[in-house]
């Protein structure tokens, strides 16, 4: 009996761009160190799990951090600050949102 094999390369390959109010991970990292970002939010979306918003200056509302699959999601609160520690973030205001 043979085994298919899966391309798994295309499975994980997001087809749409991100939304206006997403953005990545290097955009991100680009805004910080232009020092354009205003405030980061992380946000419980549930129970331990968390999502990085970040406030950029020169856009309305929030930008949610997204990944190739969609929105980057952390599943520990410990990882995201080691993420943030690693990260220029400077003086930037780090806010946290948990859920009721």
Same mark, same amino acid.
């Given at each position: 009996?043979?085994?298919? #094999?899966?391309?798994?390369? *295309? +499975? ?9 109010? +997403?953005?990545? *991970? ?10 354009? $970002? &205003?405030?980061? %939010?992380?946000? +419980?979306? +549930? ?6 918003? *970040? #406030? %950029?200056?020169?856009?309305?509302? =929030?930008?949610? $951090?997204?990944?190739? #699959?969609?929105? =980057?999601?952390?599943? &520990?609160? &410990?990882?995201? $600050? ?6 220029? %973030? ?11």
């Amino acid at each position: 009996m043979a085994t298919t #094999r899966r391309d798994t390369s *295309a +499975e994980t390959k997001r087809t749409t761009p991100p939304l206006p109010d +997403e953005l990545t *991970a290097m955009e991100l990292l680009e805004f910080l160190r232009r020092r354009e $970002v &205003n405030e980061l %939010i992380v946000v +419980e979306t +549930e129970p331990h799990r968390y999502q990085l918003q *970040a #406030r %950029i200056t020169w856009r309305a509302g =929030r930008s949610t $951090v997204s990944g190739t #699959r969609g929105p =980057r999601t952390y599943r &520990n609160l &410990n990882t995201l $600050v080691t993420y943030l520690k690693t990260q220029d %973030i400077g003086s930037t205001l780090v806010r946290l949102e948990l859920l009721a």
